[in-house]
């Protein structure tokens, strides 16, 4: 099979490919079995093979990274660096995979806790593969919040269900959970150890303050273990108790997230028959059934908060030198205020600097140990699939999401900017001629394209009605160049409150969406949906940010007189794309409360043809308040 080289960006590695147009015909007669992982909070740049095909550095712009086991899956298949989520936030994110749908398409723009009984709704993965003749699984953090009528379990019918509520121990030992002592309510962490021991200790008291004692029990075992919480964010307990880094109280073999891969590895040894396992309740598990082409979504919660790397992995950390991100408070006075709410609930530069420095550390640390995991399940199912002499595809979906580490004054996700969208996907095929190895693809990539791939991989054809709604196209497609973009779509309204971003590799623009203190899930209000359009341009607090001489974005351009026009563009295209081209809200709460708006029916036309007047030259760039220049 051969397939063209154009110009590398970096040594060893193919741009993207144009591959012979036989991809299709040569998986479809034995279906290959997918293995589809996915990561939480996880930025790219802790992938050294991200590093080295944008930057030609195997670093990241923060410094050292380790990742083995991505870096061998690179150099087997495709890279692609220009992969973003439609959602900065993770359920939202993971609905918008899972449906092949934008937010403003499934009517899930946040943590509702959705269902399938409204005419609109359209299947997921899960029940597409399945229809499709596939046995399916899923193992791990699932997140997807569709519902049973009434239950709490997932509605998605994977054949082997082992979703974290299913694990018998503490999915993540040190999340805060609430509980009652002697009649007060409390929110307390558990910590587990080796010898089968556990201490609690008490973090939050809404209805009095913590005791003497209580604190020090608090901070001596934050003190052992390295523990930093992000002490600027105020007293919102969900957020005050998020812990950043430190060191995990067990060896990284008791870890939850070993757990996990534990549970697959297991899972694989035991085809056409049911087993028994110590670490779910699903028991007896039922194992891969050989007859059938294989479907596993393998989806763990690492490097996500709490962030304690095994000491193992830590001690490789924790003496290295980083660099702090550059910021700014002056950055601030160009923000709109909805910005500046996400800066407000999520500031980590006011802590000092030997703690950012850990956090640093520490989450990179973290990413270390699980691409230890990957290169377990990674050579585990190809060696399920060479045994049952069966071809296989593995999509390593890096994030649900991306994380700030410092940029922009934040340690979180939920803002429209780079740190917090841009992913990156690693394909890769025991066919050669489906994601041909070494290559490197830069074209614009969305989440919601995982869902037709999954479905082209499994011979269903994407022109069927039944698959009309996909908002995507099949990475092989991308690859090909048979289709492209020239914009990638994002909204939330997790955080603070709806807000849309498009973005291409030049310009990203983002503004909210909808009025101050509205969300569909309190009722559908039909009459404002043109707000977004039509409210002062104060209102829908805009921000425009020109990569071309701002990539890190520091600095909001959207009021200035030279950008004023090209935002007022951008806020009609975004607009009428997401609140008009077949825009979904539902009040998810109430059977039937829904509504369709396409006002704007056809505006995601995947094309910007942005007005050449109104682009100011790339040499322009300003500077913030009190003449401090950010761009650099």
């Known amino acids: 099979m051969q397939y063209l080289k154009t110009q590398s960006l970096c040594v060893g590695l193919l741009t993207c490919t144009t591959v012979a147009p036989s991809w299709g015909q040569s998986m479809t007669a034995s279906r290959p079995n997918i293995l589809w992982i996915v990561t939480d909070d996880h930025r790219p740049d802790s992938i050294a093979a991200f590093n080295r095909a944008v930057t030609g550095l195997s670093e990241s712009p923060l410094g050292f990274v380790s990742s083995p086991s991505a870096d061998k899956l690179a150099k087997e298949g495709v890279l692609f660096t220009q992969a973003y989520c439609n959602a900065p936030s993770c359920s939202p994110s993971r609905a918008s995979m899972q449906t092949g749908q934008y937010p403003f398409r499934n009517g899930v723009y946040g943590f509702e806790n959705f269902h399938r009984r409204e005419s609109f709704t359209r299947p997921m993965i899960a029940d597409v593969m399945v229809a499709a003749g596939y046995g399916t699984a899923v193992v791990g953090q699932l997140d997807t919040r569709r519902h049973k009528p009434g239950e709490k379990r997932y509605d998605i019918p994977f054949d082997a269900y082992l979703e974290r509520a299913e694990f018998r121990k503490t999915r993540v030992e040190n999340r805060p959970f609430w509980t009652r002592i002697n009649g007060e309510l409390y929110l307390k962490e558990r910590y587990h150890f080796s010898d089968g021991n556990f201490e609690d200790i008490y973090i939050n008291k809404p209805e009095g303050p913590l005791t003497a004692e209580e604190i020090a029990r608090r901070k001596a075992l934050e003190s052992k273990y390295h523990i930093i919480r992000p002490h600027t964010l105020g007293h919102e307990p969900g957020l005050a108790t998020l812990i950043m880094a430190g060191e995990a109280t067990l060896p990284k073999e008791e870890l939850y997230h070993t757990q996990v891969n534990n549970l697959f590895l297991d899972y694989l040894r035991h085809p056409d028959r049911t087993f028994e396992h110590p670490f779910t309740a699903a028991s007896p598990v039922k194992g891969p059934v050989t007859s059938k082409p294989l479907f596993v979504h393998l989806s763990y919660e690492w490097p996500h908060t709490p962030v304690l790397p095994p000491k193992e992995f830590r001690d490789q950390f924790k003496h290295l030198d980083y660099k702090i991100p550059k910021f700014s408070k002056a950055e601030l006075e160009k923000l709109p205020l909805q910005m500046r709410q996400i800066y407000e609930r999520f500031k980590t530069d006011e802590m000092t600097e030997a703690e950012q420095l850990r956090m640093i550390r520490d989450y990179y640390a973290f990413c270390a140990y699980g691409d230890w995991l990957i290169g377990q399940a990674v050579d585990a199912f190809k060696e399920y699939s060479r045994r049952l002499n069966q071809h296989w595809v593995i999509i390593y979906t890096v994030g649900d999401h991306a994380w700030h580490l410092g940029e922009n004054g934040i340690t979180a996700k939920f803002g429209p900017y780079n740190k917090a969208m841009r992913c990156t996907i690693i394909a890769v095929s025991s066919d050669k001629s489906l994601f041909p190895p070494n290559t490197v693809c830069h074209d614009l990539v969305e989440f919601v394209d995982l869902a037709p791939t999954f479905y082209s991989l499994a011979g269903l054809s994407l022109e069927d009605d039944s698959l009309s709604h996909l908002d995507g196209y099949p990475l092989m497609s991308i690859l090909r160049r048979e289709k492209s973009r020239e914009y990638v779509l994002a ?35 039909p009459q404002t949906i043109k707000w977004g359009l039509e409210a002062p341009e104060d209102a829908v ?12 974005e520091r600095n909001n351009v959207a009021n200035d007189p030279k950008y004023r026009e090209l935002a007022r563009w951008f806020r009609q295209k975004l607009g009428r794309i997401v609140l008009g081209d077949r825009r979904i809200e539902c ?46």
């Open 541 to 552: 607090d805009m921000t425009l940010f020109d990569l071309r001489v701002d990539p890190l």
């Open 587 to 632: 009040n998810w709460q109430n059977d039937g409360e829904w509504q369709l708006f396409d006002f704007a029916k056809g505006a995601d036309d995947k094309r910007l043809n942005i007005p050449k007047a109104i682009i100011p030259p790339s040499h322009h760039h300003g500077a913030v308040a009190k003449g401090k220049v950010i761009v650099q």
């Open 491 to 525: 909204e939330t309204n997790h955080s603070v409150e709806h807000r849309a971003s498009i973005r291409n590799k030049e310009f990203v623009f983002s503004m909210r969406t909808r009025p101050v203190g509205y969300k569909p899930i309190n009722g559908v209000n």
